[in-house]
């Protein structure tokens, strides 16, 4: 049983290894098939010669052949190397550890309340279904589910952060901290909360009806099967049988959701963080998509398909914990 | 299976809940509130805050393009000439005076004392011609600025006070040098190899121009500059400039009508006619010198065989043809269903905000909407009408389906393109309307395969640049129309090493002439930027041109200097006391959602209880 756990275990991880290396390759093509050249966007509507095109190019590494650039791409990605920004012409490895930590903050706490919360509604709702909780948590889940993101977060930012008649706006209207302010210090880690409540609010919102209807309609399948009765039948209290017998079955879709939903943490969020002005990892990405920034672009997309191979990686894993039969 | 037990229906403990919840946020708002509400104290910095939409990409003057950070460049650092206000023209900046030989060949600019770099360095020519050099030495530094340069041999510094450009050959766009002066200090320290990636990010900037910056970094949404009380113009009137990215109009929109922000760059005209009606706010259209216009493609060749690539249609290479349909476009329309009435109507390709240059068509040639007009130029050019309503080549057969392209990010291109279409159609002649990405315009551009698209141009304040990229040596490169004309390439040399204004004027207004005439392009609509910002609190902007131009993101930075609080206004950040309203909501909610959860758990056991 261990050894089959940690063959089952290694087969996992070679996978991903797998999956990862295979985008490596796809991230270098997957660029270079973009219309657009990015030599002419850095140097459009300026007085620019031939000479300062030819050295933009020299500077970009865009005279070199494509093998080699391939060649020069593997090499520097397996050092650790990530190269520069065409646009910020900034390492894009310290451009990314910029930008991640506020995405992580910003869809990570959303996507743990909406966790939360969401779970405990959708088994509340099933256990009672036709309550008037279950109508008004799943009327209410679907109302919220349906609202695009960035508009739940532009009437959230117009109630909360202009103000609405005698109530005055509370919260900023965007960006991740006050000007002049230090982020380490406790007023700017209260401030950083501050800029960031709404936000996280549109994520945890905008993510809660998913959890909650798949686990009310997973809670739902578990709830006729033969083992909660006989549960009853052993005299168990009404809570018991649910928390100790349906919810535990009834979990293996929604951690199959939540594993997922963490893997495109990094990358969702995008209009969120449109709305809301955050420089996150999102932001970053669309602004190197115009140029098209080749190097800037490899990096946030290795960030993601290795956050979403992670994840899946994860999810197959706790699968092996809270479902015996994987295992075996 | 139903549940064998059924909760009762009327459960009190979402209430029980929100109540809590209610509770510790009715507890924290009006303590938020006061705090928030609490007037500044009378030492409180003048905190000027723009809004803008788009971000600088990189602080270091090598390197960055964006117009954003132009502006932070002019905020940190000084320029030997800048640009006067009203027109444009080249006024002293470093330099008090400069003068020119008779040839053309030598210019001497005169530097002023008493300058020192925010170390407390002085600046001096040495300086200014280590900058230079370090431009015309090529590699990384060349690639922005070079092109200000052209003809320019040796670039000294005979004494601390006195700068020395020999050229090969007259150049007219001098003195016009708009690149910022570094201290060679701290750059001469940079190899070329550093620089290419230099961030010149807080705290090690130094710079010698009216503001300091003190935090910010390249792709960053906060940059926050402050005063410096010895600049040399005299010190301006805030304390503090605060930029402010945001990644979307609306809520900049809101910030400014909120009051975090005093300064919105770059809205569209719809939020500036509804933020017109709004108490405390001023909105422009302000113009800009820019021009859009419709570019034909009049003739895209292989530059090395001189052999015609793509797939033009052989009537808009005709110049005739072209003129005709600068008689189907009605500009007025454009301007006021387009660009919501905003703008003036275009003519030439050199904004009559340069009136220096600025070429009026004549009556007589100057298009107006005249669609009879169009076609009677149309009959005599030959592209007469067919039976079956659509005009023909001069050899009878037919012109076909035009292909006009529209940029698919701008509405107003979109817009414009099909308007053009349906104009086009009342003259007879059929189009197709087709939206694609800029980036893959611009391929279909260098490979001709297009007869006519919408685009348009910043102009600088010398029109050098615009000039050039209508010249045959641009073609595959900058021009977009393939437009090429000898006589007008001769005309072009000769402003450009004109040492004589007038003779100046003359040649570049014969060339528009030339251009009118032609119609590579028809233009369309000169640029218009909306702005706003709040006038209850800040006042004094000069705009550019004047009258009629814009505020900020000018070329040049006086109103930086210009800005000054409405006398007797809150001006203070409103910022300040964000972390303890933060502390406050954060601590509320944090109390509802431990109130909350102890009364779940509470009446859990206790249902849990109760129905046994």
């Known amino acids: 049983m261990n050894q089959l756990g940690t063959r089952y275990v290694l087969g996992k991880v070679a996978g991903s290894l797998g999956s990862l290396a295979f985008m490596l390759v796809v991230n270098f093509f997957l660029f270079r098939v973009l219309p657009g050249d990015p030599v002419r966007t850095l140097a459009r509507n300026r007085l620019v010669s031939q000479q300062q095109i030819d050295e933009l190019t020299r500077t970009l590494g865009l005279d070199q052949s494509l093998p080699q650039q391939f060649l020069t791409y593997l090499q520097n990605t397996f050092t650790g190397e990530l190269g520069l920004s ?9 451009l990314i550890l910029d930008r991640l930590w506020p995405t992580l903050v910003l869809v990570g706490t959303g996507t743990l309340l909406a966790t939360m919360i969401g779970l405990w509604i959708g088994v509340r709702s099933a256990w009672n279904r036709g309550s008037r909780f279950d109508k008004v948590s799943t009327g209410s889940s679907l109302t919220v589910y349906a609202m695009p993101e960035w508009w739940l977060g532009l009437m959230l930012l117009a109630v909360f952060s202009v103000g609405v008649g005698p ?14 302010v230090d982020p380490t210090s406790l007023e700017g880690v209260l401030d950083q909360a501050w800029h960031l409540a709404l936000p996280v609010l549109t994520v945890t919102l905008a993510y809660l009806a998913d959890f909650s209807l798949i686990m009310r309609s997973s809670l739902l399948d578990e709830m006729g099967a ?15 049988v649910r928390r100790e017998h349906a919810v535990p079955n009834a979990l293996l879709p929604s951690v199959t959701l939540v594993a997922l939903n963490l893997g495109f943490v990094v990358a969702g969020a995008i209009t969120i963080e449109t709305v809301f002005s955050i420089p996150g990892l999102g932001l970053l990405t669309t602004e190197a998509l115009e140029v098209p920034d080749f190097p800037l672009l490899q990096g946030t997309f290795l960030v993601f398909s290795a956050a979403v191979i992670a994840a899946n990686l994860v999810a197959n894993l706790l699968y092996a914990v809270i479902d015996p039969r994987v295992r075996s | 299976m139903k549940p064998l037990i059924r909760r009762p229906h009327r459960s009190r403990r979402p209430f029980a809940a929100l109540t809590a919840a209610a509770f510790c946020l009715a507890a924290a708002w009006p303590a938020a509130v006061a705090v928030a509400a609490e007037s500044p104290a009378a030492d409180e910095p003048v905190v000027f805050t723009v809004g803008l939409l788009n971000e600088p990409d990189s602080l270091n003057p090598f390197l960055g393009i964006e117009a954003e950070s132009y502006e932070m460049w002019g905020l940190t650092y000084d320029y030997m000439i800048s640009y006067k206000a009203e027109d444009m023209s080249p006024q002293p900046g470093l330099a008090e005076s400069w003068e020119t030989s008779d040839d053309g060949l030598t210019w001497t600019f005169h530097i002023r004392e008493g300058v020192d770099w925010s170390d407390g360095e002085p600046l001096t020519a040495e300086d200014i011609a280590f900058t230079y050099n370090r431009i015309l030495d090529g590699g990384p530094e060349s690639a922005s600025w070079i092109s200000y340069l052209t003809s320019v041999d040796t670039i000294t510094a005979p004494d601390e006070r006195t700068v020395v450009l020999e050229l090969s050959e007259p150049n007219a766009v001098l003195p016009l040098l708009p690149m910022p002066i570094l201290p060679e200090h701290v750059w001469s320290k940079l190899s070329e190899k550093d620089v290419k990636s230099y961030a010149n990010e807080p705290p090690n900037v130094v710079g ?8 910010g970094a390249a792709g960053g949404s906060t940059f926050r500059f402050e005063a410096n009380p010895d600049y040399w113009k005299g010190a301006p009137h805030v304390d503090e400039v605060v930029f402010r990215v945001f990644q979307a109009e609306d809520p900049a929109i809101q910030a400014l009508k909120k009051g975090e922000i005093d300064f919105v760059e770059n809205i569209s005209g719809n939020q500036v006619d509804a933020l017109e009606k709004e108490d405390g706010i001023t909105a422009i259209m ?3 010198p820019g021009f859009d216009e419709i570019a034909f493609n009049t003739g895209s060749v292989d530059l090395e065989t001189e052999q015609p690539i793509g797939d033009p249609n052989p009537a808009v290479l005709d110049p005739k043809f072209r003129y005709a349909l600068g008689f189907a476009i009605d500009r007025e329309a454009i301007r006021d269903r387009v660009y919501q009435g905003a703008g003036i109507t275009g003519s030439t390709i050199v904004p009559p905000a340069y009136p220096t240059y600025h ?5 007589d040639v100057a298009f107006s909407f005249d669609p009879d007009r169009a076609g009677q130029l149309l009959d005599e050019a030959g592209y007469e009408m067919g039976p079956d309503g659509t005009r023909t080549m001069p050899d009878g057969s037919p012109i076909g389906e035009l292909r006009l392209l529209a940029r698919a990010d701008s509405e107003t291109s979109v817009d414009v393109i099909q308007f053009f279409s349906e104009w086009l159609a009342d003259i007879g002649i059929e189009s197709k309307v087709q939206a694609v990405e800029s980036s893959k315009l611009t391929n279909l551009i260098l490979e001709g395969e297009f007869d006519a698209f919408e685009w348009g141009w910043y102009v600088e304040p010398d029109p050098d640049s615009m000039l050039s990229y209508m010249t045959c040596g641009q073609r595959g490169n900058w021009s977009d129309s393939w437009y090429c004309n000898e006589e007008y390439d001769a005309l072009y040399l000769e402003q450009h090493s004109a040492t004589d204004q007038a003779a100046r004027s003359e040649a570049v207004k014969r060339m528009q002439e ?18 706003a910002w709040r006038s209850d609190r800040f006042e004094g902007f000069v705009p550019q041109p004047n009258p009629g131009g814009i505020m900020l993101v000018q070329y040049g930075v006086d109103n930086y200097l210009n800005v000054k609080p409405v006398a007797g206004k809150d001006t203070s950040s409103s910022n300040t006391n964000g972390a303890l309203i933060g502390g406050a909501v954060a601590g509320g909610i944090a109390l509802a959602a431990v109130a909350g959860a102890l009364l779940f758990r509470k009446r859990d056991r206790a249902t849990a209880d109760d129905r046994e």
């Open chain 2, 514 to 531: 030339i251009l009118y005439l032609d119609a590579p392009y028809l233009v369309t609509m000169y640029s218009s930027i909306g702005e």
């Open chain 1, 167 to 180: 109530l005055p706006g509370i919260f900023p209207t965007g960006g991740l901290i006050s000007p002049g």
């Open chain 2, 359 to 363: 070429w009026e068509p004549p009556e």
């Open chain 1, 86 to 94: 065409f646009r910020y012409r900034q390492p894009v490895a310290d």
């Open chain 2, 208 to 215: 010698s121009g009216p503001f300091r910056m003190v935090e």
């Open chain 1, 226 to 240: 033969d083992y909660l009765m006989t549960a009853r039948a052993k005299g168990l209290r009404d809570t018991r």
């Open chain 2, 286 to 288: 302000g113009d800009s």
